[in-house]
């Protein structure tokens, strides 16, 4: 078929826009001070102060649900993705409240509960149990990592951490360049930069 992309070619990089590197600094910066006001405010007395944390957290949670369903069932997107969406705020929630060990009991149940749902969708079962699985028990080590000794400091380092690798793949993806992992469901970025990434 002459109109067909076999799944071994690579679609030509577009390369960055570099005219919005302002907006997107801006943007990022904006974002990063208010998850660090959400991280500090959480210590100071009285419960209102600890609810930012749980909507930076369950927010976040339910984004990467909804960009999980986009990529693991790319037809039935919304339903995949709010199914786990649910479970991900479930567990994040039990775990704000300090039941850690009924948020594993749920990531489970959610795993089944988003599993049942893409079967009936025509979805890939895996993929949409997975999606739980994956995210998660992200939002229960992230809050218990907040509740530890010293967790503001923790959690900081732990943000600073992610933005620096991810900023630093982003700049030597758009300077290197290269042929990209996953073309049909990710955003460009260069094969050679996984083990960058990794690191």
């Known amino acids: 078929m002459a ?18 590197l302002g907006v997107r600094v801006v943007s990022g910066l904006v974002l990063a001070a208010g998850a660090l006001w959400a991280v500090w405010a959480f210590s100071w007395p009285g419960f209102l102060w600890r609810l930012p944390f749980l909507v930076l957290v369950a927010g976040g ?14 037809r039935k997107a919304w339903r995949v993705g709010a199914a786990t969406a649910v479970s991900v705020i479930a567990v ?8 850690f060990w009924e948020a594993w009991a749920c990531v489970a149940l959610g795993a089944i509960a988003s599993a049942t749902l893409a079967a009936r969708s025509g979805a890939r079962i895996v993929d949409a149990a997975y999606g739980v699985l994956y995210i998660a ?11 530890s000794p010293q967790g503001a400091g923790w959690t900081i380092m732990l943000f ?3 933005w620096a690798a991810d900023i630093a793949a982003f700049v030597v993806g758009n300077v290197v360049k290269g042929p990209k992992l996953w073309w049909a469901a ?5 094969r050679r930069l996984l083990a960058w990434r990794c690191s």
Do not use: C, K, Q
Request: net charge positive; charged share 15%.
């Open 3 to 20: 109109g067909s992309r076999s799944m071994t070619s690579v679609p030509r990089d577009r390369g960055f826009d570099w005219t919005n």
């Open 61 to 74: 949670g339910a984004l990467l649900s909804l960009e999980w369903g986009g990529m693991a069932a790319p």
């Open 92 to 99: 994040v929630i039990l775990s704000f409240m300090g039941f």
């Open 137 to 147: 028990p992200a939002g229960i080590v992230i809050l218990w990592l907040r509740e």
């Open 160 to 162: 600073a951490t992610t």
């Open 186 to 190: 990710w955003p460009p970025r260069p």
